[in-house]
T-cell receptor, first 107, second 113 residues
Framework: KNEVEQSPQNLTAQEGEFITINCSYS?????LHWLQQHPGGGIVSLFM???GKKKHGRLIATINIQEKHSSLHITASHPRDSAVYIC?????????FGKGTHLIIQP | SQTIHQWPATLVQPVGSPLSLECTVE??????LYWYRQAAGRGLQLLFY??????ISSEVPQNLSASRPQDRQFILSSKKLLLSDSGFYLC????????????FGDGTRLSIL
């Protein structure tokens, strides 16, 4: 079964800082997902990666298939970025999730 | 455009009562459908997935069951709820192709008393 490890578990930073969240997975997956969960529980899919790098606004996601490692970066962080960020790996038979990174951006 | 509807948003049920959570998808055909659960203080876990009508795969043995009576309808059920069934339940769908993103419903927060 796929295992997905995320770090750090908790991260508090000041507004404007560059944020990095890391994710490692143990076996081959067809795609790696980055998700954002808000306090009410709703989940938004940020990125799905199978290779390389993707950028959306201030968010950047990278994946290294050989090292089985992915990172999510947030540039010029803002308090509204505060949320739980979750990486998940898998395919058509469902996702295996990391435990999430609880990010707080202080003004 | 595609949308996913999940209801109810919150539910409080006594131990031993039945459960039915419904999820429907609009704007797509033959989606893959998923039920996930997030227990308090824990990460999300896949409960069931379905690649077609009547086709249900279960990832973990449990007190719950799932059914897909129609192409875009996915139902999570229990005959007798346990305290340990409390949690946040999420339905999701993806296109039935390789490497497709998953799209999540708004979730149901289930509290068992």
């Amino acid at each position: 079964k796929n295992e997905v490890e995320q770090s750090p578990q908790n991260l508090t930073a000041q507004e404007g800082e560059f944020i990095t969240i890391n994710c490692s997975y143990s076996v081959g997956i067809s795609a790696l997902h980055w998700l954002q969960q808000h306090p009410g529980g709703g989940i938004v899919s940020l990125f799905m990666l199978s290779s390389g790098k993707k950028k959306h606004g201030r968010l950047i996601a990278t994946i290294n298939i050989q090292e089985k490692h992915s990172s999510l970066h947030i540039t010029a962080s803002h308090p509204r970025d505060s949320a739980v960020y979750i990486c998940a790996g898998g395919g058509a038979d469902g996702l295996t999730f990391g435990k999430g990174t609880h990010l707080i951006i202080q003004p | 455009s595609q949308t996913i509807h999940q209801w109810p948003a919150t539910l409080v049920q006594p131990v031993g009562s039945p459960l039915s959570l419904e999820c429907t998808v609009e704007g797509t055909s033959n989606p893959n459908l998923y039920w996930y659960r997030q227990a308090a203080g824990r990460g999300l876990q896949l409960l069931f997935y379905s690649v077609g009508i009547g086709q249900i795969s279960s990832e973990v043995p449990q007190n719950l069951s799932a059914s897909r009576p129609q192409d875009r309808q996915f139902i999570l059920s229990s005959k007798k709820l346990l305290l340990s069934d409390s949690g946040f339940y999420l339905c999701a769908w993806s296109a039935a192709l390789l490497n497709q993103p998953q799209h999540f419903g708004d979730g149901t927060r289930l509290s068992i008393l």
